[in-house]
């Protein structure tokens, strides 16, 4: 006679993610697995963030009087709390705003001046041509004093090159020299490696972030780049035939329509 057979319940399952309360009899006992975690708080979450940041990007880089023409156009509490952001950043860079002008250094200083200052903080040397002929060393000049006013927290300073290293050639003129913790860190020989006649404060910009005398995120450099950035922009519409502050408003109406 034949061994009878094993006889086994059958456990009724529905949708095993139903909250049922013979799911969860089921899930207790393993027979189950667990419930999945809903994904709803993780999109919202992530739409929140998508929302900031996106608020962000049309805010960063922007000063004060930028930001309240925007007025009309941002969440009324976002932009306040990003203005008091603004203000506190301008607060702490207005401390930190120790120099504010090129200091011409002679060579018995220059040690103490710049070497040894270097211990503080990076200081950028520009040997200049001791020629007017020298336009790179002109141009240079002229930067030089527009960084240092405007990175006051940052010591620039400005020497003769056949004053500081003598029989110095002038064709290598200008020549940049970044000290920091008492050693030349950085060297550029005449423009040529940073736009040349062209240079800009973009270039200074990313010598500063480089070398670690300001952050890549300082309020100075991303408005600078912005700047750029919407200048080009212009310049493309207007071969468009197209008004960029009429495209700008539309990409503000564009972000805030998913929110």
């Not at 007025?71 to 207005?94: C, G, H, P, S, V």
């Not at 004053?163 to 020989?189: F, H, S, W």
């Amino acid at each position: 006679m034949a061994a009878p057979q094993e006889q086994r319940i059958a456990v009724p399952i529905d949708d095993p993610n139903a909250d049922t309360e013979w799911n969860e009899i089921l899930r207790k006992h393993g027979v189950i697995p667990e419930k999945p975690p809903s994904p709803t708080p993780m999109i919202e979450e992530a739409m929140i963030e998508g929302r900031r940041i996106a608020h962000e990007n049309r805010l960063e880089g922007k000063d004060l009087d930028e930001l309240d023409e925007l007025e009309d156009l941002e969440d009324d509490a976002f932009l306040e709390a990003y203005k008091q952001q603004r203000m506190q950043e301008l607060n702490a860079l207005t401390k930190k705003a120790v120099h504010g002008a090129v200091y011409p250094v002679s060579k018995p200083e220059y040690q103490r001046a710049v070497t040894e200052a270097s211990n503080n903080g990076p200081v950028f040397v520009n040997l200049v041509s001791s020629m007017g002929t020298n336009v790179e060393s002109r141009i240079l000049s002229e930067l030089w004093k527009q960084a240092a006013k405007e990175y006051g927290d940052v010591k620039f300073c400005e020497i003769q090159a056949d004053k500081a290293i003598e029989n110095y050639p002038d064709r290598n003129c200008p020549t940049i020299l970044v000290y920091k913790n008492g050693d030349i860190v950085k060297q550029i020989v005449t423009l040529m490696t940073v736009g040349g006649v062209r240079m800009s404060m973009l270039e200074i910009d990313d010598m500063l972030v480089e070398v670690g005398a300001v952050g890549e995120k300082d309020m100075r450099v991303i408005k600078r780049k912005r700047d750029a950035e919407d200048e080009k922009e212009e310049k493309i519409m207007q071969k468009a035939g197209i008004k960029s502050g009429n495209l700008r408003h539309a990409m503000v109406e564009d972000d805030d329509d998913w929110e």
